[in-house]
């Protein structure tokens, strides 16, 4: 008897290929499915009205310190903060100082994020070139009154990590090179160690022996804070992450979408041509993997 689209198969159609493979084919767990699809409706359901009632860039931008969701309309447009997605901590190293004085040994890692740090939504994450940054304060009277509460400055370089311009430490280094065998009193500029050598093998092709100086400069924090500390360091790794996920965009798609797509089909086709050889040189595989990866 039909059902659900599915029925028996017909009893006057011959199979074809071996026997073990022809076995009769046939709806199963059909309740099951309709309590799947029923959850799957009510998902639906409670991502729209979530969506629609409430703020789901919560989940993605920070909050500054009246409320306000970065990058979100707010309260109607009284603080429309649609292009400002980015969030900037001025106080984030005395707010986290003051903190771990306050609750001494007894803190942990959860009390640790629920610090109310003072934010402020900006567009992009302010350098010391900029000067200073205000938190601002828009009411909504008839005049549109537009108040500066407080005027930080910008002491260190900032990068965006998921929206939160976090504060790093610069370093930048000056190369200069100077052949000393056979004398040169001039001195170049370069960029790098390999630079070096290229600049003067350029400049004085017959040099021999040359001395390369390194000049560092490196702007960071005066006060000690090992949270902060920590948390600089995890931002720089994550930086370091997403920047190799930006540079190699293109081959993780090429590799994870489009070649495992065609080896998935290929593998499919071989399993249908081959299913018992496919199936052993599946499990070889698998358990050379594996013992591969333990001996190693």
Known sequence: MPFCGCSDPPDTVAPEGPDWLNKPRKCTDVCFLILFAAFWLGMVIIAGVAFGSGEPERLLYGTDWQGNTCGGENDGGLSDMTDKKRIYYPRIQEELNEFSTLCGTSCTVEDFFNIPFYGICVDECPQPEDGTISSIITTNDDDDVVEYDEVFDIPLYTKSIFYRCLQINNVTSDWTVQCTDPYDSSVYDCTSASNCETVINNEVPDCTVSRTTEDTVSY?????????????????????????????????????????????????????????????????????????????
């Open 220 to 296: 960071q924090s005066a006060q000690s804070s090992p949270i902060y500390d920590s948390l600089q360091t995890a931002a720089n790794t994550i930086s370091r992450w997403l920047g190799d996920v930006e540079a190699t965009v293109t081959e993780i798609f090429v590799c994870g979408c489009v070649f495992a797509i065609v080896l998935s089909f290929l593998y499919i086709k071989c399993l249908q041509r081959w299913a018992r050889c496919m199936v052993w040189f599946t499990l070889i595989m698998v358990v050379a993997v594996l013992l591969g990866i333990t001996l190693y």
